[in-house]
């Protein structure tokens, strides 16, 4: 190895590397997609050959563990409505040793006393000082929902530590995310937030008798993408839409993370 070639791979080695994400998914209305969001992250990191560990802390609803193809660690963080200690302690040291991206998806019956917990204990900074970032995900969607995921993002932000970062996912599934004639994007609650919020992942609310029906039996099935579409029980035309589907979600994720 030459002088100056030496020189340079000292000085690549030195560089400090990027930090490996934890990826958090928080809101506290149930029943708006956070495993979904859960899965299509881990999805997007695997497609990506980015190694990642999935974590279901999910006390009611296992989705996420669910997914064969995620191989997902369960691990239940409440014990009545306290956060167990224990196994939250060990879910930290878990973040903090994984050599890999980690994705977490914790439900709805865990938002108050998790992101009590979390803020007490200073874990954003604790993950930031073991070079790990924190990037916390959550889910705003149109219908009755509507107002309480609102609440839910507006609360997430309000506690955002400054090292971690957040992402915000529009669930048009039950209906647009419209309210007094504005767009998400328009709303009182976002245009005060919104120098905390790294991006934004659209979910479009897709034609119901086509890529609606592919999505929901893909989600029902607990089927990765690439599952749904190796898979016989599977159409043509299921698949190929399937695959846009992929394509596009993938693609916004990719500016977020």
Not at 70 to 98: C, K, P, W, Y
Not at 163 to 177: C, H, K, P, R, T
Request: with cysteine; glycine share 8%.
């Amino acid at each position: 190895m030459t002088t100056k070639v030496k020189q340079a791979t000292d000085e690549l080695a030195a560089l400090p590397q990027s930090p490996s994400q934890i990826h958090m998914t928080l809101q506290g209305k149930g029943g708006v997609g956070k495993s979904m969001v859960s899965s299509f992250l881990a999805q997007y990191l695997i497609t990506h050959n980015r190694p990642v560990t999935c974590i279901d802390t999910d006390p009611v609803n296992d989705t996420l563990s669910g997914y064969g193809a995620l191989n997902a660690h369960r691990l239940d963080l409440l014990q009545g409505n306290q956060i167990n200690t224990r196994n939250f302690d060990t879910m930290i040291e878990l973040l903090v040793s994984e050599d890999a991206s980690v994705v977490v998806d914790n439900g709805a019956a865990s938002f108050l006393p998790l992101t009590s917990y979390m803020l007490e204990n200073g874990v954003a900074d604790l993950l930031a000082a073991s070079r790990r970032q924190l990037v916390i995900h959550t889910v705003v969607t149109g219908g009755q929902a509507i107002m309480d995921t609102l609440t839910g993002f507006d609360q997430l932000a309000r506690q955002l530590p400054e090292s971690a970062q957040m992402v915000v996912w529009l669930n048009e599934y039950f209906g647009d995310i419209v309210a007094d004639g504005k767009n998400f994007e328009e709303m009182k609650t976002y245009q005060f937030n919104k120098h905390l919020v790294k991006g934004l992942v659209k979910i479009k609310r897709y034609t119901g008798e086509t890529f609606g029906k592919d999505m929901e039996m893909m989600l029902d099935r607990k089927l990765t993408f690439d599952e749904a579409v190796s898979s016989p029980d599977f159409g043509l035309m299921a698949k190929q839409r399937l695959t846009m589907m992929k394509r596009d979600i993938f693609n916004q994720i990719a500016l977020v993370v």
